[in-house]
C-alpha cells in the first residue's frame, strides 16, 4: 500500500546548527505534504504544510521543500534550540481528511 | 484553555474489560479523529467524524465503537480489551477548510495487562 517513511530514525544536532529531517513518500497522488512535531508526552503539532505544486515554502526558522521527481519531502530548522528537540512526523493527505502520517525522526539537539 | 481534551489521560486495566476514552474540543472544528500511536511512535488514525457522521473509518476492529453526541464530542469504547490495544490514544480535529492541519489532544495511554 501507499506509505510514507522517513531515512533516519534519530537525528542529532549541536544547537545553533541547522537541522534537515528528511521524508520519503510513494503516494504521487497525495494533495499536501505536512510536517508534525511532537515533543515527549504530548500530542503532534502542525509545523507547516506544502501543497503539492510548490517546492519550497518557508515559516519561522522552517523550510519544507518538496521534490516531486524523486518524492522526497525535508524540513529544514534553522539554528536549532533545545525548544527543537521532539519527534518530527512528515503527513501526506490525498483521500478526503484522511492525513497518513510517516514513522517519524527524533531530533535531539546537543547544547 | 484546552484545545482539544481528553480523559483519562493515563489508564491501566486488565485484559477482557471494557473501557471509555472521553474526548471533547473547544475549537468549532467539524471534524474530529481518533489515532492511535504504538510503541515505535507510528501513528495511525483509525476514525475520522465529520458533523457527528463517521467518514473514515479504517480496518479496526469492531471492539472499538467511536460515539459522537454532538460536533465537539467523540468519545471512544473499547469491548474486550487485548494486550495488542496497548498504545496512546490521540483524540484531535480539524477545521473542513484546513484540514491539514489537526489540532490533537494530549492523548491516553492506555495499558492493557
Known amino acids: ?8 530514525p534519530t537525528l542529532s544536532v549541536q ?3 541547522n537541522s534537515i529531517i528528511n521524508c520519503a513518500y510513494s503516494n504521487s497522488a497525495s494533495d499536501y505534504f505536512i510536517w508534525y512535531k511532537q515533543e515527549s508526552g504530548k500530542g503532534p ?5 506544502i501543497r503539492s505544486n510548490m517546492d519550497k515554502r518557508q515559516g519561522q526558522r522552517v523550510t519544507v521543500l518538496l521534490n516531486k521527481t524523486v518524492k522526497h519531502l525535508s524540513l529544514q530548522i534553522a539554528a536549532t534550540q533545545p525548544g527543537d528537540s521532539a519527534v518530527y512526523f512528515c503527513a501526506e493527505t ?6 497518513t502520517f510517516g514513522t517519524g525522526t527524533k531530533l ?3 547544547p | 484553555d484546552t484545545a482539544v481534551s481528553q480523559t483519562p489521560k493515563y489508564l491501566v486495566t486488565q485484559m477482557g474489560n471494557d473501557k471509555s476514552i472521553k474526548c471533547e474540543q473547544n475549537l468549532g472544528h467539524d471534524t474530529m479523529y481518533w489515532y492511535k500511536q504504538d510503541s515505535k511512535k507510528f501513528l495511525k488514525i483509525m476514525f475520522s467524524y465529520n458533523n457527528k457522521e463517521l467518514i473514515i473509518n479504517e480496518t479496526v476492529p469492531n471492539r472499538f465503537s467511536p460515539k459522537s453526541p454532538d460536533k465537539a464530542h467523540l468519545n471512544l469504547h473499547i469491548n474486550s480489551l487485548e494486550l495488542g490495544d496497548s498504545a496512546v490514544y490521540f483524540c484531535a480535529s480539524s477545521p473542513v477548510a484546513s484540514r491539514n492541519t489537526i489540532y490533537f489532544g494530549e492523548g491516553s495511554w492506555l495499558t492493557v495487562v
Open chain 1, 108 to 110: 535531539q539537539v546537543i
Open chain 1, 15 to 17: 544547537e545553533g546548527d
Open chain 1, 1 to 8: 500500500g501507499e506509505s510514507v517513511g522517513l531515512h533516519l
Open chain 1, 45 to 49: 503539532q502542525f509545523i507547516i504544510d
Open chain 1, 94 to 99: 490525498g483521500g478526503y481528511q484522511k492525513v
